[in-house]
Nanobody
């Protein structure tokens, strides 16, 4: 499966942004989808994940209550709605796909998008 992430940009502290990730190739609904991010000088970290059905979602503690992951299987797309953005959310964001069950471990994801840069200014 090929993944294409988009929607990054430069916003101010407290603003909102929505990232999208479109999948092509094999059946999208077969995959758990995740969002990860990598800030300058830091390791890539888990942000959120969503089950194949969209019923179950998982979040890192640092974004819980501010970010919402969702998916539209008819459009082969997963979204990350980011509200109340903070400067510490500045990072390159990646979407990723894996089969099986939920995981926040980077190594378990099989397919990755290119990154989309989110910059939050103070």
């Amino acid at each position: 499966v090929q993944l294409q992430a988009s929607g990054g940009g430069l916003v101010q502290d407290g603003a909102s942004l929505r990232l999208s990730c479109v999948a092509s190739g094999r059946s999208f609904r077969a995959y758990v989808m995740g969002w990860f991010r990598q800030a300058p000088g830091k390791e890539r970290e888990f942000v959120a994940a969503i089950s194949w059905s969209g019923v179950t979602t998982y979040y890192a503690g640092s974004v819980k209550g501010r970010f919402t992951i969702s998916r539209d299987n008819a459009k082969n797309t997963v979204y990350l709605q980011m509200n109340s953005l903070k400067p510490e959310d500045t990072a390159v964001y990646y979407c990723a796909a894996k089969t099986g069950t939920y995981s926040d471990y980077i190594g378990e994801y099989d397919y990755w998008s290119q990154g989309t840069l989110v910059t939050v200014s103070s």
